[in-house]
């Protein structure tokens, strides 16, 4: 095998063998490939394409880069994954509440890329919660608890942990079958039995427009099962932020909010319902996904999935007394203000794009891989579309740590709303499922 034979026959059109990329991905996890060589590979793959078994071969040799686990549990083993939206804090309700169930989530995440906010960093936002943990600790506490949101230790997919990296610094994150790839190789490697893939589209997912959102969706969907998964998409609406805040402590507010019932956000609720009932019917839990959507339900109203919750918090060294306490326990920014439009009229469109860079100007996203994110900052009573803004109505409130920032922010805020004197048409929460 060689690195640059394989290069060129991905650069002419030609069929790579199932050998040859379970050679080229072990030589990404090992080292035997340069970054050079990565970096060819991954744009030949972004101009010219993979065939659908390439890709099917390509994830399952990055899955099997590094370790993959095997469960013998009572329950079956299950996940979601999204692709990426403003305000999407999914994860912290249905990981607890598919556990009270009967299901069992290792939910492997990641944290905050480009605009959109990471799980992982608004787990953080929670004091002494550690999300880097040992396979050995993602296992036990999975067995113990039925659910465990952490990173991806460095034995889990090597080579997609490089090929990442290389992607990000050589213009081809954009790759449809790179990107199913490398979403899936992680998932896959937590020795899944069924999985639930929400593909946003809108202004604020990384796919702008349907056609782009559907032809990701049937590929995760086509190289999943290829790859013997049992899996669905659904497409999902990011023209708006999922709730109404943005940042990692102001979105762990929502969630407990939602969890404990002190304060139910509606499309929070309606879409962990969905996709949980999904993945209930897939693993077997229930009749349909209808049936599988009333019990995430009760698993909800019931307070089961807020303990759930409080126990994985505490096991991964958070407070013991965080569902009681939480409260006291998140961080709070010290400048807070509102945002007013500069006229009345109704939210006809909002960029949520622009409102994700604004969080991450405050210091609520990475800029750079190594920057330190400030859990308390963000934006939070965002309008929604079609809300009537009057004298009386803010867009949003902003949450900085300096006046300086807040000031930067109100400007960037106020343009990411657009105003006129009609109602929109709101879009559904779900456009489509694919199977």
Known sequence: ???????????????????????????????????????????????????????????????????????????????????????????????????????????????????????????????????????????????????????????????????????????????????????????????????????????????????????????????AQGAGCMTTALITDMNQPLVASMGNALEVIEVMDTLTGTGVTPALWDLTCVLGGELLALGGLAADAGDGAGRIAQALESGDAAERFGEMVAELGGPADFVERWPDRLPAAPVVREVRAEGAGIVQAIDGHALGLAVVDLGGGRKRGGDKINPSVGLSELAPLGEDIGADVPLAMIHAATNDDADVAEAAVRAAFTLGDSAPVIPPLVHRRLR
């Open 1 to 223: 095998m060689d690195a640059a034979v394989i290069i060129a026959k991905l650069r002419d059109h030609h069929p790579l063998t199932g050998p040859e990329i379970t050679w080229f991905a072990n030589g990404l996890a090992d080292g035997g490939v340069t970054d050079a060589q990565a970096g060819a590979f991954a744009m030949a793959v972004l101009l010219n394409g993979i065939s659908r078994d390439e890709r099917v071969a390509l994830t399952a040799a990055m899955r099997d880069s590094g370790q993959v686990l095997d469960w013998a549990l009572p329950g079956p083993v299950l996940d979601k994954h999204s692709t990426g939206g403003v305000g999407d804090c999914v994860s912290l309700l249905l990981a607890p509440a598919l556990a009270a169930c009967g299901a069992y989530v290792p939910m492997i995440s990641g944290r905050g890329l480009g605009h959109t906010g990471g799980t992982l960093d608004k787990l953080e936002a929670i004091p002494g919660y550690r999300a880097e943990v040992s396979v050995e600790r993602l296992r036990v506490i999975t067995e113990q608890i039925g659910c465990a949101i952490v990173g991806a230790s460095g034995d889990i997919a090597p080579a997609d942990k490089r090929l990442y990296a290389i992607r990000d610094v050589t213009g081809t994150v954009e790759s449809i079958d790179l990107i199913t790839a490398s979403i899936l190789s992680k998932k896959l490697a937590a020795g899944l039995e069924g999985l639930v893939l929400d593909v946003k589209v809108g202004s604020g997912a990384f796919m702008k427009d349907m056609q782009a959102a559907e032809d990701l969706a049937q590929s995760l969907v086509e190289t």
